[in-house]
Every structure is written in C-alpha cells, then in structure tokens.
C-alpha cells in the first residue's frame, strides 16, 4: 500500500520556522520526485518545492531563500525546512510522489501520482 505521512505543521509565530517531514512507503522511493504543495481557504492548490530523484530542487518564487527542501533515501523521507515563515505561509501542507513518466513541470499538481494526507502550517502575524 503506498503512504505519504506527512507531519511536521504547527502553530508558529512570523519569523519562526518548522520542519516538515514528508515519510513514504510502498513505492520505489528512488524513482519518484517529491512535492511539496499548499493550500490556503479559498485559494488553489500551489507547488511550494520538490526534489527531484537525482536530486535537483525546485522553488516557488515565494519561498525561495526561506525553504529548503532535502532529502533522506535511506529513511524514504522527504523534508521541507521552513525558516522567515510569514502570515501568507498559512495553509494545509501536501506531499506527493512523481513517478515516471514524469511531469513537465514540478509544480503541476496534477501530474503527481500519490498524494499524504497534509499537514497543517499556521503563522500568526
């Protein structure tokens, strides 16, 4: 059974920071790129990071120089550091697997295969 557990989401204050870990199994974890997306209420889903399977790493503008996405292969573990965090980072955290063919762009949603069930990130201004 393939499971993305995604954890990690809390409540912080603007300027603190939070580690998010994205934890994968029953899948070949080497061959999948993994995403980090958001949601907010009333917003649509947007890509925030992803590391590809030989580990090149992908931002969203907005959070490029405060996030830092990395990878552990031998726990089958994703993470997602969060420093700088700002109101506006306020949503419900995914994670989610590329396997092959992969996706022309990271930061299509619909392109991933398997989805975690999210993770909630609350930054209080």
């Known amino acids: 059974e393939v499971q993305l557990q995604a954890s990690g989401g809390g409540l912080v204050q603007a300027g603190g920071s939070l580690r998010l870990s994205c934890a994968a199994s029953g899948f070949t974890f080497d061959d999948y790129a993994i995403g980090w997306f958001r949601q907010a209420p009333g917003k649509e889903r947007e890509g925030v990071s992803c590391?590809?399977?030989?580990?090149?790493?992908y931002y969203a503008d907005s959070v490029k120089g405060r996030f830092t996405i990395s990878s552990d292969n031998a726990k089958n573990t994703v993470y997602l550091q969060m420093n700088s965090l700002k109101a506006e980072d306020t949503a419900v955290y995914f994670c989610?697997?590329?396997?092959?063919?992969?996706?022309?762009?990271?930061?299509?949603?619909?392109?991933?295969?398997?989805w975690g069930q999210g993770t909630q990130v609350t930054v209080s201004s």
């Open positions: 989610a697997a590329d396997g092959p063919p992969y996706s022309s762009s990271w930061s299509k949603y619909g392109e991933y295969d398997y």
């Open positions: 590391i590809s399977k030989d580990g090149s790493t």
